[in-house]
């Protein structure tokens, strides 16, 4: 595989999520996040290049809803996710998280 440097600095993160592929329903945990990117483990098999949508739950009671992410690879039943469609006050609470993780840096968000 060749060498990617990622666009967006990715965050820890540990939070539970709904996931669909198709009519299929799958729940997992996201790990980590990025402003593009997730890294996602799950009952719900997926392949590389399988779109589908997915809503984490935050503890604070929000939800993130992820409208379309497609599947760049896939390691037993962990996934990187590529994000592609989200709403614009989603993306707004990542810019957030990700200014929270800068300045407290040494502990795992879990959200």
Known sequence: MPFVLRPYRRFPLCCPVTYHAG?????GTIWNVSLNGWRLSGDLPLR?????????????HQNLGVAGAIVCWVK???YGLETLV???????QL?????RVVL?????IHE
């Open 48 to 60: 590389v290049r399988q779109t589908g949508s997915m809503t984490i739950k935050l503890s604070n």
């Open 104 to 108: 407290e840096p040494t502990e795992v």
């Open 86 to 92: 989200t709403e614009k006050h989603t993306h707004c």
């Open 76 to 78: 037993s039943q962990e």
């Open 23 to 27: 009519l299929s329903e799958g729940r």
């Open 95 to 99: 810019e957030h998280f990700g200014e």
